[in-house]
C-alpha cells in the first residue's frame, strides 16, 4: 500500500506543493475522482508555518499538510451513503458522484484534511492524484511529489521505507486513525542565547552549558562556539529548565527557562574577572 | 471505469521571468481540449535516458551533490497558467477616454481616466500617426522608447525592444537607458577596484561554485537570499546546494536586517545589520584584521594598490576615528563583541562571499561603497586562492557545458532580428540617451541635464568617465520628449520614487503615451493607448536554457500551447502591425517565419555539432553533456591569485585597486564615492541615516528585497501566491494589502497588530500595507518587497497597492552614478485610523470605486468601460 513520507528537515516552503496541487484540481473536472475545488480556500496539501525564537536566534518551519489516508478513516465511517472508499493502494477518494453534501466528514475529520465546496455542495479533499496514477502512465507520484524541489515529499510503497518509517512520527498521533503521511523531524523547541564578556566586549568562547530539567532532572550540554552562541535543540514542549554557564570557573545561572515556544536568550553579559 | 484523459500534447517552456535569451526554470506543459491543464517541472528523461548525457558532480566531506533529473520551477512558475488566463490580461487595443489627438489630450487624468476597447487598425493608425506627427513636429529623438529588462523568457518574440528596431530604422530614437538595478554597487564601486567583472559582480567566475564546496569553510551570506531570487531565473537549485553545504559542514552566516528565507531555513548565525549600513560593519573587520596581523600580507603586497591608504582612514589617521567595532556597532546595530568574533572567524577560516543581486547592501545610498569595501576584505583574504570567492550563487561558476562556448545570457554574434531587440535592454545604442532614474527629470526639467556614464548594462568601465547631456546639441538632432513608447514597463513600483514618475507621466509635454503588454497593470494605468501583448504560451519559440545557474543546460523548441487570448498578438507581431504604418512590414521580419527563425538560434548555438536539426524538432529538446574537463577550468580569479604579473586585473595598475587613481583623477571632489571606499554618513543627494534630523520624524529605516513570490512586478496576480501569508494580507476592508514586516515592539510602541492596515510615509509619500509582525525582522527596520502592483488612491502621494518604490529617494546613487536607490531610508510607520480611511474614501471616492477582488486585486474591468462584456 502507498503512503507519503515528509521530511521537514528539508522542506524549504516554497509552497510549490500547495500550489501543484491547485494546478491539477481547480478548475479541472476529474470525476469521478474529484470535481474542482474553488479557486482558492481550499488546501487538499497545505503549509503551515511556524516562526520560532526571537532576534537574533530565529527559525522557519514549515509542515505539509494533507489527507493522512488513514487506515482507520473516521470519515468512512461517518459517511452515511457509502461515497467514501479506500482503495486496494491505500488513498482514501470521495468519490463526488455519491457525496450528498451532508458535511458530516467534514465535521469529523480529526485531521482537518476535508473542505466543504459551497457552491457544488460536495465534501473534497486531496485524492493523492488517483486519476492520473491510473490513467497516465507518465505518473507514478501525484503532483504534490512530482514537483517538490528538494524531496522533502516522497509518495510509494510503504515496502520500500522501511528506513525512513522507523524514524518517523504522525502529525497528530492522538487522532489514532492509522495515518498513511509519516513525518521527519517534525519541530521541536530550541532554547539558545549569545554569551560575552561585557568588560572586554568579548564573545566568550568555549564555555560549557549546561540545560537541567527541574521537574525530572533531564540534562542537556553545550558548548559555545567561535561566535559565542549555544544551541540546545530538540526540546521538548512546555518544560522548565535552569541554565547553568562555566567558562574558567565563572559561572552564571538562569532560572525558569520554558519551552512554551522556542526562546533565544539573548546576548548574556558574564564578567570573567 | 471509463479511462480519463489527462491530456492532448505537452509542450515545453522556459518558466523563467529573466527575460531576455537564457531561459531558464524549465517545465512542461500540458494541454488539453486547447486549454492549458497544468504546468509541471521538466522532467529531463522525457525523451532522453539519464546514462546518456553526461553531468556532473561536487563532492566534500563525504558528502555529494549532482544535477537533480527534472527542473526546479518556483511557485509562480507552476502557477503562470493563472497570469496567462488572469482577469487582468489586455484582451484587445484600448484608447483612454478623454484623450483625443485631435482634440484635448488631458494628459492630467493619467492613471485616473478607463479605457475603452478600439480595434486594432484604429490602435496602429493612430501609433503612426503620433509617430509621424511628432518627428514631423519635433524630431525623431521627440520619441522615447523606455528599454526594459525582465519579464518572460522568449528568443525570438523577445519582450522589451522590438518598437527599438521600428524606430532606428525610421531614423532614431531616445533610448532610456535602464540602469543594471540589483547591481548597483558593483556596477558603480567594484568595477574600479577589479575591473568590469560581470556588471561588476567578479568574473571570470569559472567553477567557483566547485571551489568554494570543495575548500571553503564558511561562506557569508550577504543579503543574499538564495531561496527567493533565484526562482525568477533557474529555479530552486541553489536550495538544494545549500541543503547540500550544510550537510557538508560548510557554515552559513546570514548578514541581513531580516531572516530572509535562505537565513530562516538555512542560517548557522544571522546577523541582523542595519539596512545599508554595511560599510560600518566592513570597516570595522579591516580594524581587527590591521590590529591583529589578520590578514594576507605578502597578497595585498603583490596584488593590490592602496591599502596604505586604507590603513590610514581605517585607523583613524586620516580623519580621527578610528573605525573600531565600537564605532561601527553604533552604525550598524550589530553588538562589538559580534563584529569582532565575525572579523576573526572570517580570517581564520577559509571564506567566500554570496550575493544573489539584491539584500541590504546594494540598492542603497552610495552602494558603491560597501561593495569596494567587499572586494578590500576578499582581496585581504587572498581572493582567488582555493576557497576564496565572491559569488552570484549559482548564477556564475557552475560547471561548464561541452558545446557551449559561454553562458552569457545573451549572445551578441547571433542575428540582428534577434539581437537588435535586446540591445535596447542592455546597450546605449542611439544618440540621445537617458538613464532611467532620470526620466522624471528629463520630463520636467528647467535646464540640461548632466550624467556621468549612461549605466547600459553593457558599458565598460571608462563609459562612467563620459559626460552626457540631455538633450544633446539640437544641430545632433537633440530635443525635448513629446511621446513614449513603453513595452512590459514597470517603473513606478520597481524604480526610485515613483510617486515622482506617475506626476511626470501626467506632463502636458508628453503628448502621447502607448503600451505593449499582457496585463492591464502598473504603469499601463498612464498610458493613452495599450496594445494587448501575448504571454509565452501563444506562440511558437525557441529556448536556450543556458541562463547562468541552469544544472542542466539543454536547447528546447517551444512550441504554442494555446491559441493567443483575445486580440493579443506577441510583442514582435505588435511592432510588425504599427510597422505596416510605415510600409515597413519586410524590413522587420526580415522575410523570415517563426520557423526558419527557430532554426537559425540552434544554428548560432553551434547546433549542427551537438544535435541535428532533425532531432531537435523531432524531441522537442536536447540536453547539453557537461564538458569531461570542467574541473579543469580555473577557478574564478585563481590565474590572478597565482600570477599577478602574468595576469592582471582589467584595471589601471592590474591589480585591486583600494585606491583607485581615476575616479582621484575623474572626481576629485567627490564626497560620496572617494579615491577609497569609505563610510558615507550622508550627502546633499541622500540624508538617510538615523543620525539624520529627519529621523525624528521618520524614525526607522526601510528594507527592501527582491519580491519573493514575484519577479520585480510580474505576477503579483496569482491568486494561489496570493493565499500565502507572507505574499498579501487580507485588511479589515477586504482588501488584500502587500505586507510589511516590523518587530513586535515597534508594533506594539505604535499600536499595530498582527494585520491591521498601516501606512508607510515620509515626505515622499504614502504607501498602504497589512502589517505583518514578527521576529523575523529587527527592531529599528522595517522590510516590504519592491513590485507590487500599483494602485493609486491619490496619484502621486498615496498608494494602495504596496508599491514601496513610490516613496524611495529620488536622488541617484551618488552624484556621478546614475544608480537608484531603493531601500535603507528613513521612514515611519503608523496604524490608519478608521476616520482616516473614511477621509480618502470621501476624497478619492473613484479609486475606492474600481472593482476588486481580493483573490487577484485589481481587475480588468476596473479600468475599462464596458469591460465585463
Same mark, same amino acid.
Given at each position: 500500500m502507498k503512503a507519503f513520507f515528509i521530511d521537514l528537515s528539508i522542506c524549504n516552503g516554497c509552497y510549490c506543493c500547495q500550489i501543484a496541487c491547485k494546478d491539477e484540481?481547480?478548475?479541472?473536472?476529474?470525476t469521478p475522482y474529484a470535481k474542482p475545488q474553488p479557486d482558492t480556500g481550499q488546501f487538499w496539501i497545505g503549509i503551515t508555518e511556524q516562526v520560532r525564537g526571537q532576534v537574533p536566534k530565529v527559525k522557519v518551519s514549515y509542515i505539509p499538510k494533507m489527507c493522512q489516508h488513514c487506515d482507520d478513516a473516521p470519515c468512512i465511517e461517518q459517511c452515511e451513503f457509502d461515497a467514501i472508499e479506500k482503495r486496494e493502494d491505500g488513498l482514501v477518494i470521495i468519490n463526488p458522484d455519491k457525496c450528498t453534501g451532508c458535511k458530516l466528514c467534514a465535521d469529523t475529520c480529526p485531521h482537518d484534511a476535508i473542505f466543504f465546496n459551497e457552491n457544488l455542495n460536495i465534501a473534497q479533499k486531496c485524492t493523492g492524484c488517483a486519476h492520473l496514477l491510473d490513467n497516465d502512465a507518465e505518473w507514478t507520484v501525484p503532483r504534490c511529489v512530482d514537483q517538490c524541489p528538494t524531496e522533502a515529499l516522497k509518495f510509494g510503497e510503504e515496502a520500500d521505507f522501511a528506513d525512513f518509517i522507523k524514524d518517523a512520527e504522525f502529525l497528530n498521533p492522538e487522532a489514532g486513525t492509522k495515518s498513511r503521511v509519516f513525518y521527519k523531524n517534525l519541530p521541536k523547541k530550541f532554547v539558545g542565547g549569545t554569551l560575552y564578556d561585557p568588560v572586554e566586549k568579548e564573545v566568550i568562547i568555549g564555555a560549557t552549558c549546561t540545560l537541567k530539567d527541574t521537574e525530572n532532572g533531564d540534562t542537556f550540554t553545550a558548548t559555545t562556539d567561535n561566535f559565542g552562541d549555544f544551541w540546545f535543540r530538540k526540546l521538548d514542549d512546555d518544560r522548565t529548565f535552569t541554565l547553568t554557564l562555566d567558562k574558567g570557573g565563572k559561572q552564571k545561572t538562569i532560572e525558569n527557562i520554558v519551552t512554551d515556544k522556542d526562546l533565544s536568550l539573548g546576548d548574556i553579559p558574564m564578567g570573567l574577572v | 471505469m471509463e479511462p480519463i484523459k489527462t491530456k492532448d500534447k505537452t509542450v515545453l517552456r522556459s518558466l523563467g521571468l529573466g527575460g531576455y535569451f537564457g531561459g531558464g526554470a524549465e517545465g512542461m506543459v500540458d494541454v488539453k481540449d486547447g486549454k492549458i491543464v497544468r504546468v509541471r517541472p521538466m522532467q529531463y528523461g522525457w525523451k532522453y535516458d539519464k546514462k546518456d548525457v553526461r553531468q556532473w558532480s561536487m563532492t566534500r566531506n563525504g558528502k555529494t551533490i549532482s544535477p537533480s533529473w527534472k527542473s526546479l520551477p518556483g511557485p509562480f512558475s507552476l502557477a503562470y497558467k493563472k497570469r496567462v488566463y488572469s482577469p487582468n490580461r489586455i484582451k484587445y487595443p484600448l484608447k483612454r477616454v478623454d484623450w483625443d489627438p485631435n482634440g484635448d489630450r488631458n494628459t492630467q487624468n493619467r492613471g485616473k481616466s478607463k479605457y475603452v476597447r478600439i480595434s486594432w487598425d484604429e490602435a496602429s493608425k493612430i501609433v503612426g500617426d503620433e509617430i509621424k506627427r511628432v518627428h514631423k513636429e519635433y524630431g525623431h529623438n521627440a520619441v522615447l522608447l523606455q528599454g526594459d529588462g525582465h519579464g518572460e523568457c522568449k528568443t525570438i518574440n523577445t519582450p522589451h525592444g522590438h518598437a527599438g528596431v521600428l524606430l532606428d530604422n525610421l531614423g532614431g530614437f531616445t533610448l532610456q537607458v535602464r540602469n543594471p538595478d540589483s547591481w548597483e554597487g558593483w556596477y558603480w564601486g567594484a568595477k574600479h577596484v577589479w575591473g568590469q567583472g560581470a556588471q561588476g559582480i567578479m568574473y571570470p567566475a569559472a567553477n567557483i561554485v566547485k571551489d568554494t564546496t570543495e575548500h571553503a569553510d564558511m561562506v557569508l551570506f550577504w543579503g543574499c537570499d538564495p531561496e527567493t531570487t533565484p526562482w525568477g531565473f533557474t529555479g530552486q537549485f541553489a536550495s538544494r546546494l545549500c541543503y547540500f553545504w550544510t550537510e557538508a559542514e560548510i557554515k552559513q552566516i546570514y548578514i541581513c536586517p531580516d531572516l530572509n528565507y535562505g537565513a530562516a531555513i538555512h542560517a548557522d548565525k544571522w546577523i541582523p545589520v542595519l539596512p545599508n549600513t554595511d560599510a560600518a560593519l566592513q570597516l570595522a573587520i579591516i580594524y581587527m584584521w590591521i590590529k591583529e596581523d589578520a590578514y594576507d600580507k605578502e597578497y595585498v603586497a603583490t596584488h593590490t594598490v592602496g591599502m596604505d591608504k586604507i590603513e590610514a582612514y581605517v585607523m583613524g589617521q %586620516?580623519?580621527? *576615528? @578610528?573605525?573600531?567595532p565600537a564605532w561601527a556597532s553604533k552604525k550598524c546595530g550589530v553588538p562589538e563583541w559580534t563584529i569582532k568574533a565575525l572579523a576573526r572567524e572570517f580570517s581564520d577560516k577559509i571564506t567566500s562571499i554570496a550575493h544573489y543581486f539584491g539584500g541590504g547592501m546594494i540598492r542603497g545610498a552610495f552602494a558603491h561603497e560597501p561593495a569596494r569595501l567587499e572586494c578590500v576584505l576578499l582581496g585581504m583574504q587572498g581572493l582567488g586562492g582555493p576557497g576564496v570567492h565572491q559569488h552570484q550563487l549559482t548564477y556564475f561558476g557552475m560547471p561548464r557545458a561541452e558545446g557551449? !562556448?559561454?553562458?552569457?545570457?545573451?549572445? @551578441?554574434?547571433? %542575428?540582428e532580428r534577434l539581437s537588435i531587440p535586446v540591445f535596447s535592454s542592455v546597450t546605449a545604442w542611439q544618440d540621445q540617451v537617458i538613464p532611467k532614474t532620470l526620466i522624471q527629470h528629463a520630463i520636467n526639467r528647467d535646464g540640461p541635464i548632466t550624467f556621468s556614464?549612461? !549605466?547600459?548594462? $553593457?558599458?565598460? *568601465?571608462?563609459?562612467?568617465f563620459n559626460e552626457y547631456t540631455f538633450p544633446i546639441a539640437k544641430e545632433k538632432g537633440g530635443c525635448d520628449i513629446h511621446m513614449i513608447w513603453t513595452d512590459t514597463p514597470c517603473r513606478i513600483t520597481c524604480w526610485n520614487y515613483g510617486h515622482e514618475t506617475e506626476l511626470a507621466m501626467q506632463s502636458s509635454q508628453i503628448e502621447f503615451i502607448v503600451a505593449q503588454h499582457p496585463w492591464l497593470e502598473n504603469d499601463c494605468l498612464y498610458a493613452d493607448v495599450i496594445l494587448p501583448a501575448n504571454t509565452f504560451m501563444e506562440v511558437d519559440d525557441i529556448l536556450t536554457n543556458i541562463r547562468q545557474g541552469t544544472q542542466q543546460p539543454n536547447i528546447m523548441i517551444a512550441d504554442k500551447a494555446i491559441e493567443p487570448i483575445g486580440e493579443s498578438m506577441s510583442d514582435f507581431e505588435i511592432v510588425v502591425e504599427i510597422g505596416k504604418q510605415f510600409d515597413m512590414e519586410e524590413a522587420l521580419t526580415d522575410g523570415k517565419t517563426i520557423a526558419d527563425m527557430q532554426k537559425k538560434v540552434w544554428e548560432y548555438m553551434g547546433g549542427e555539432k551537438l544535435v541535428t536539426w532533425e532531432q531537435l524538432l523531432e524531441k522537442k529538446y536536447w540536453i547539453y553533456n557537461t564538458a569531461e574537463d570542467w574541473e579543469e577550468d580555473t577557478p574564478g580569479l585563481r590565474n590572478f591569485y597565482e600570477d599577478p604579473e602574468k595576469f592582471p586585473l582589467g584595471t589601471p595598475t592590474g591589480k585591486l585597486e583600494f585606491y583607485s587613481e581615476s575616479l582621484e583623477k575623474a572626481f576629485p571632489d567627490d564626497m560620496e564615492r572617494p579615491p577609497i571606499p569609505k563610510w558615507i554618513e550622508k550627502s546633499e543627494n541622500h540624508?538617510?541615516?538615523?543620525?539624520?534630523?529627519?529621523a525624528k520624524m521618520f524614525p526607522m529605516l526601510l528594507m527592501s528585497n527582491h519580491g519573493r513570490w514575484r519577479v520585480h512586478a510580474q505576477c503579483d496576480d496569482i491568486t494561489w501566491t496570493r493565499e500565502a501569508p507572507t505574499c498579501k494580507i487580507l485588511g479589515y476592508d477586504g482588501y488584500k494589502y502587500e505586507p510589511v514586516w516590523m518587530h513586535p515592539s515597534e508594533a506594539e510602541s505604535r499600536g499595530i497588530k498582527d494585520g491591521d492596515i498601516v501606512k508607510i510615509f515620509n515626505e515622499r509619500g504614502i504607501v498602504l500595507a497589512g502589517a505583518y509582525v514578527t521576529e523575523r525582522i529587527r527592531p529599528g527596520v522595517v522590510s516590504i518587497d519592491h513590485g507590487a502592483r500599483h494602485d493609486p488612491?491619490?496619484? !502621486? %502621494?498615496?498608494?494602495?497597492?504596496?508599491?514601496? $518604490?513610490?516613496?524611495? @529617494?529620488? @536622488?541617484?546613487?551618488?552624484? $556621478?552614478c546614475v544608480g537608484n536607490v531603493v531601500q535603507g531610508y528613513l521612514i515611519d510607520v503608523q496604524r490608519v485610523t478608521g476616520q482616516e480611511m473614511d477621509q480618502w474614501r470621501k476624497d478619492n471616492p473613484e479609486a475606492f470605486a474600481r472593482e476588486y477582488h481580493p483573490d487577484a486585486g485589481l481587475i480588468f474591468n476596473a479600468w475599462v468601460v464596458g469591460g465585463e462584456k
Open positions: 484540481h481547480v478548475a479541472n473536472d476529474w | %586620516e580623519d580621527g *576615528v @578610528p573605525k573600531t557551449l !562556448g559561454g553562458t552569457f545570457f545573451w549572445n @551578441p554574434e547571433i %542575428e556614464g549612461t !549605466g547600459a548594462q $553593457n558599458a565598460l *568601465v571608462a563609459d562612467q540624508d538617510e541615516r538615523m543620525s539624520s534630523h529627519r488612491l491619490k496619484t !502621486g %502621494e498615496i498608494e494602495r497597492g504596496g508599491a514601496i $518604490n513610490t516613496i524611495s @529617494p529620488g @536622488p541617484i546613487t551618488s552624484k $556621478n
